[in-house]
């Protein structure tokens, strides 16, 4: 019991570091996301373009090699000159652009998804772009965005592992130590702990979509 | 008047994205060049040692294996390559700094100086010195099978082999062995990912032997461990090999002062002694001079 408890203990430490990602990546890329994806459906075409093939780099490469594109890449070009102290921050860096790039697509699904006669109905009431986009627009693509959204956020919870291939200390790798050391089990162990978070963000977008069901759109 | 209106509009929008997907794109690269220009003394001539020593450190790529580097009871790094590495680093006059890699991205961590060193129960090959400076050879190694505890004696013979099932990590010197050597030479074999991924499948019945490291096996495959009920089939042993430090190529000074201080720290009589700690000292390569 003992055992169980420090194992534990010791395998939260690096749910910790799971956890920093997630929070941190999703507080920076929802944004991101939004921007990039103002970029893809803008009318000035070099930035559309720009902004289509950073997507197109991102969602067409896996997370692994952008990870350790981030991590190595620097040091080798600079000769060690330039290298991350933290791991975690080079692994936040390589989710976030990631993540972005991903939110921006479903940004996007939902925005071109809003019928045109809105904006209309809009201009004609004498409403500014920005006024029509915050206060008609945005609400109805958060609505319809909510569940595809959360397949990918729950997506990233379990991807935070991931982060482990530049040796951040995460559960698995946490896990892993174990395994070297005869005992098996905290490795299968570590899924409890997806599983609860999993569910426990699962509840949550449960609830926001009640919250959001109060019209149709 | 509406169009011109929307046209400003949509102009203002796309100037304020423009700007922000600007700016989020360039931040990493920036931040780059910033701290390139604020370290460019750091020239790229400057050779491995003094950069060592400018930086006071060393950074030793470890990952974590009984009975080389792991966490003790109280939570803090330890093992034989933990204690030995401190020792050599006090003799150097450096402060030893032991960071967790990936084992399949070591030269990668090497080469980009995320660490300085690699000093994990690395196996000397040509391969390697010819990719990597590598020390005088300290330690001695060999490639065992484990088996469980009733087949040990069935499997100490070629018959008792034939059509058994054998796993080894991919890549490893395991593999080599029990895909070229005899007497396996009627054995199935497959690869699997990890030493640790080759004993579970033997703990779990997928396997019937696992070819592994003896050293790995002495920090698993003790009493009270889940691998208990295993065991090493002493009589026969394959592939001897040696475990040195890598550095990185061209290291300079860094490899004459580091073979050094190994001989100053055999001669002190320490390495023995913290050997003796981990039940390795037939394995020591390194003898106090005469």
């Known amino acids: 019991m003992d055992q169980f408890l420090s194992i534990t203990l010791q395998l939260l430490e690096g749910f910790k570091e799971n956890c920093i990602l997630f929070g941190v990546t999703l507080l920076a890329a929802l944004p991101l996301g939004l921007i990039i994806s103002f970029g893809s459906m803008s009318s000035f075409k070099p930035l559309k373009i720009v902004c289509r093939t950073f997507v197109w780099i991102i969602r067409g490469t896996p997370l692994m090699l952008q990870l350790f594109v981030v991590y190595y890449i620097p040091p080798l070009l600079t000769d060690g000159s330039f290298k991350f102290s933290d791991r975690l921050t080079a692994a936040l860096i390589a989710f976030i652009i990631n993540y972005a790039a991903y939110f921006s697509e479903i940004y996007r699904g939902g925005i071109e998804a809003i019928p045109k006669g809105q904006y209309e109905a809009g201009y004609v009431l004498g409403m500014k772009k920005s006024q029509i986009f915050f206060k008609v627009v945005l609400l109805q693509v958060i609505k319809r965005i909510v569940a595809p959204m959360s397949n990918e956020i729950i997506t990233l919870v379990k991807d935070t592992s991931l982060a482990r291939v530049i040796a951040v200390g995460e559960i698995l790798k946490n896990a892993e130590r174990f395994t070297k050391e005869g005992l098996i089990w905290p490795i299968f162990y570590t899924g409890a702990f997806f599983l609860i978070f999993c569910g426990a963000l699962t509840l949550l977008f449960r609830f926001i979509e009640k919250k959001l069901d109060y019209y149709k759109g | ?290």
């Open chain 2, 1 to 290: 008047m509406k169009k011109i209106i929307a046209l400003l509009m949509a102009g203002l929008m796309t100037a304020t994205a423009f700007a922000g997907c600007g700016g989020s794109g360039n931040k990493t690269e920036s931040k780059a060049e910033d701290t390139t220009a604020a370290v460019a003394t750091n020239s790229a001539s400057e050779d491995d040692w003094t950069y060592l020593q400018n930086k006071g450190s060393m950074t030793i790529g470890i990952t974590y294996f009984e009975p080389m580097n792991y966490k003790g009871a109280d939570g803090k790094l330890t093992g034989f390559e933990t204690e030995f590495a401190e020792a050599v680093c006090a003799q150097l006059g450096l402060t030893a700094n032991f960071q967790e890699i990936e084992w399949d991205s070591k030269e990668l961590e090497l080469s980009s100086k995320a660490i300085d060193c690699i000093w994990n129960g690395l196996t000397i090959t040509d391969e390697r010195k010819a990719n990597m400076d590598i020390t005088v050879p300290y330690m001695e190694n060999k490639q065992v099978m484990v088996c469980k505890k009733e087949n040990v004696e069935k499997f100490s013979t070629a018959e008792g082999v034939a059509n058994a099932s054998v796993v080894a990590e991919a890549g490893s010197a395991g593999e080599d062995v029990a895909k070229g050597d005899a007497f396996f030479a009627n054995a199935q074999f497959e690869s699997v990912e990890s030493q640790a991924t080759a004993l579970l499948e033997v703990k779990a019945g997928t396997a019937d032997i696992a070819v592994i490291d003896y050293v790995m096996s002495i920090g698993t495959l003790r009493d009270g461990s889940d691998y208990a009920d295993l065991a090493v089939v002493e009589s026969q042993a394959f592939a001897p090999e040696q475990y040195g430090i890598a550095l990185r190529k061209n290291s300079g000074d860094t490899l004459t002062k580091v073979n050094e201080a190994i001989q100053a720290v055999a001669d002190s009589g320490k390495l023995a002694e913290i050997a003796e700690k981990y039940n390795l000292t037939d394995l020591l390569l390194v003898k106090p001079a005469a």
